[in-house]
């Protein structure tokens, strides 16, 4: 008798499971779907680095929301440690006044190839198309792709599986415009931050490779965080933009780009601009 109970708990916690995946897999796709049927003009935000930062990233959220974009994207390192629960709880605590979208990309802080079962807290932490912590969407006439930068034995480079599925979906998209997120750089320089050198331009050829597909595909603009402070460079028509302001420790004084700050991007028809906006609201750049 005792043991039919417990096969009939364990198929009934199966059955939870199943149905509780479902629920959030359908809610993922009716979030997408919302997205894909944005019709002309709209914005999004994007922000990166918030961790340690629980008042400044209030405030930014607070400012964020007042604008309206269509959805946010934080570039990673939400929480302080690698599968850290409390910390991802009190990510979402603060996050709650975002009711639109909210798309992250995977920091080396929130999942660590070499922290046990992290990269499965971050899952079940976090609203994914699929379940890899790479994927893309679309979003009106665009393209956004979130790449993961910190795969283990692929550590700051895009290479492998997930090169050929990037390959992919840029060769099958028909969208006007397309968008990037990783965590880390694909260029730093040298003596400033702490990661000089040592993000995607530590392994040069792999970098250079995927700027090549970038450039290939027209990529409009990549966003990446990783180094605490704003920077922005254009490269053979490609924006590369540093958004690392979201709360954690400045790593440059202030007139180098170490200001809190988020990045609010409008995309008009065949029109991409950009605001950077510090935490007392004003406009630190255009683009």
Do not use: C
Not at 117 to 133: A, F, I, M, R, W
Not at 168 to 179: D, I, P, R, Y
Not at 184 to 213: E, N
Not at 218 to 232: I, L, P, Q, T
Request: hydrophobic share 40%.
């Amino acid at each position: 008798m005792r043991k039919n109970r417990l096969v009939a708990l364990i198929l009934l916690l199966f059955v939870l499971v199943g149905t509780a995946f479902a629920a959030q897999d359908q809610q993922i796709r009716q979030k997408l779907a919302t997205l894909e049927k944005i019709p002309g003009k709209f914005s999004f935000v994007v922000i990166g680095d918030n961790r340690s930062g629980d008042d400044i990233y209030k405030k930014l959220v607070s400012m964020i929301v007042a604008r309206k974009p269509a959805f946010v994207v934080n570039t990673g390192d939400m929480i302080a440690t690698p599968g850290d629960k409390s910390g991802w709880t009190k990510f979402w605590k603060m996050s709650k006044p975002i009711t639109m979208p909210y798309f992250l990309v995977v920091g080396n802080h929130d999942a660590h190839p070499k922290v046990l079962l992290s990269e499965k807290t971050y899952k079940e932490q976090v609203d994914l198309p699929g379940n890899k912590l790479y994927y893309s969407f679309n979003a009106g006439n665009s393209l956004f792709i979130v790449l993961d930068s910190f795969i283990d034995d692929q550590e700051k480079r895009i290479t492998g599986e997930q090169f050929k599925w990037l390959e992919n979906v840029l060769a099958n998209s028909n969208q006007k415009h397309k968008f990037v997120f990783l965590h880390h750089p694909l260029y730093t320089d040298p003596g400033k931050g702490h990661h000089s050198h040592d993000s995607l331009d530590r392994y040069p050829g792999s970098r250079d490779r995927l700027v090549a597909l970038f450039k290939q595909f027209k990529v409009d603009a990549v966003f990446s965080g990783h180094e605490h402070y704003y920077e922005k460079r254009t490269i053979d028509g490609i924006t590369y933009v540093i958004t690392g302001g979201g709360g954690a420790p400045m790593y440059e004084k202030e007139s180098n780009g170490g200001f809190n700050h988020f990045v609010l991007v409008t995309v008009d028809g065949d029109k991409v601009s950009a605001e950077v906006i510090d935490i007392n609201g004003k406009v630190r750049d255009r683009f």
